[in-house]
């Protein structure tokens, strides 16, 4: 479990007038839970690329748990977002022809942080989210099983930090209610914190921290009394 | 790791397939020509090796290497039966042998020589015999006869459109062992059946020259009967060709190598000097006026140079080969990364280093190109046994197809080349960066 703060934050592309994002100043306590909203193009994913160090922002500062992920080398930042964050994507990226089982393991294999422990996990997991053939090619999956395995590969290496993007927006209401009830299960369970890119009215009104991006800034920050 | 590579391989198990048939062709083309050339190399000085020095009628060199040594047929000029017996008394001589040739059965050559070169050609009998009367023969390792069999000699080949001996058919005895040789297709006979069929060395009282058109002009092979070559004498032969008129050959007169009275003209003499020395002398003496003398493997030698040039080539159209195809693998290979860009960035997201991706990337390719390489190794070697067995099938020169230990090395560089070359679509997976490649 560890907090964010962000200060100073601009990122620009080139050929782009305005910063495609830019924030002066943002936290987020360890454990916290938030939802990012705000209209296509107004830079969820540049956020969501920010926070998980798959980019290097140039300006200004972006520490999780005191750490500048800014300060860390490409390889270093992998091997931290290995170790910190689990990634939902909107689209699953899912490997064909590796079973559920071996896809939620893949990353740790790969980082060579997989154990046998973590194999054992890796199939509670399977059974939280609910699929009960762990050795399930998953090119066989549905698009909500599929998912729900993408969940599981997020939270198999305990991440203090989940970050979700759109993680219902390419799924029906009926299977994005699932995969967003599971994403906030465990995130709860692990005491994660939980960042969360949607449009899915359902899924954002369970947060009761929001902020709304506009054209790279954030608008409106809303804190509701926890229900 | 291994798992995720094989998952991918087996995605793309009909591209990667592909990626290394083709290498493993272009291999092939490069081991095939090493292994054949080798080949040709060694079992030529192996068929050379028992034949230390040839003595012929002036002439080319080379022919009478591949006349004596190979057996090809071809028309070697005759030199005077003198040079045989000169031979033969020469302290400087270990043993001299005549070679006479002219005669088919089927495909094999029929060469009359003596016993002495009988022995000395191969390690013996494997069955039967060695020939001790004039239509006795033995058969070489190679050749598909049974023991009594008949031999009906031919002039010329079939396709040449020579015709068959009436005078003599030969019995066979014999079967030496095997000397991966040409010799091994040959039916070796009493060098005396063949004067005698062929009209030579006959010193009959009546020797009135009765000129005795043997009707070889159209089969010629060894120019048998030159000018001035004293011609057999015929007494009336059973067979209904009356100009023909043969003397009858008797085909169980004991063989006698002590030759007697002046011997008819012969295309070569195989001669085992006693010494290196001698050898040397002996070629040297010989190598004037009428006749020529060689060293085998020295003639092979030269030609060597010039096939050396020709390998040179191949190896250059090979080396050539496969280079264009490692290029053209690389350019498909990174237009393949390329397109996997938001696979591997996605791998990073979820948390693999790019020193993984850059392994996988690299472990994928250098796999399959290794598994081609082998492959091509397999099958190069398999096409030279392939070339080596039809030639010996056509001719009893048997190649021995076999790698040496300088292959090793020519493999340990071919594989760090491709490892190298791998490296390229590895360094550019490990160097794109993940968040672009996510997007879109
Ligand atoms: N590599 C880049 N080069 C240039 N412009 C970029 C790049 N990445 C993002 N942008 C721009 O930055 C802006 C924010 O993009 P981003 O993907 O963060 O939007 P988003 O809020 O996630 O939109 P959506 O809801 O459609 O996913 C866009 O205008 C986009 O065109
Ligand atoms: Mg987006």
Known sequence: ?227 | MIRFILADLNRFRLGAFFIAAIVALAVALGVAVTLQERALRLGSARAAEKFDLIVGAAGSETQLVLSSVFLQPSALPLMPGKVLSDLEADPRVAWAAPIGFGDFFGSSPIVGTTTTLVKNISAGVSEGAVFAREGEAVIGADVMLPMGATVKPMHGTLGEGGHTHTELAYTVVGRLKPTGSAWDKAILVPIKAVWDIHGLGHHHDDGDADEHDHDHAAADQNAAKPAGTEMAEHHDGHDDHDEHDHHAIDPNEAINEQWQGELPGLPAVVVKPKSIADAYKLRQQYRKDATLAVFPAEVLTKLYATLGDVKKVLSAVAGGAQLLVGAALILVIVMHIGQRRKQIGALRAFGAPREAVFGIVWLELFGLVAAGVVAGIGLGYLAARVIAARLAADSGFHMPVSFAAEDGGALALLLLAAACLCLLPAIIAYRQPPASALRG
């Open chain 1, 1 to 227: 479990m560890i907090d964010l703060s962000i200060k100073a934050l601009e990122v620009t592309f080139p050929g782009l007038a305005t910063p495609a994002l830019s924030i002066d100043e943002f936290r987020l306590a360890a454990g916290g839970k938030l939802a990012v909203t705000g209209a296509s193009g107004s830079g969820k994913s540049t956020l969501v690329n920010i926070l998980t160090g798959l980019e290097r922002p140039r300006t200004g500062a972006v520490r999780w748990g005191g750490t500048d992920i800014a300060s860390l080398s490409e390889s270093r930042r992998d091997r931290w977002r290995g170790e910190t964050i689990g990634l939902v994507m909107q689209d699953f990226y899912l490997f064909e022809g590796l079973s559920a089982l071996d896809n939620i393991l893949l990353p740790a294999r790969l980082a060579r942080a997989a154990t046998a422990e973590m194999t054992e996990r890796a199939r509670e997991l399977l059974r939280i989210v609910g699929l009960s053939r762990p050795e399930q090619k998953v090119e066989t999956m549905s698009r909500g099983e599929m998912q729900r395995v993408a969940v599981a590969r997020a939270v198999v290496r305990r991440p203090a930090v989940i970050i979700a993007d759109e993680p219902t927006a390419s799924l029906d209401s009926e299977s994005g209610a699932q995969v967003a009830d599971l994403i906030m299960t465990l995130a709860e369970r692990e005491g994660s914190t939980l960042i969360v890119v949607s449009h899915d009215p359902a899924l954002i009104g369970r947060f009761d921290k929001r902020i709304r991006l506009v054209g790279g800034r954030i608008a409106a920050e809303t804190i509701e009394a926890a229900a």
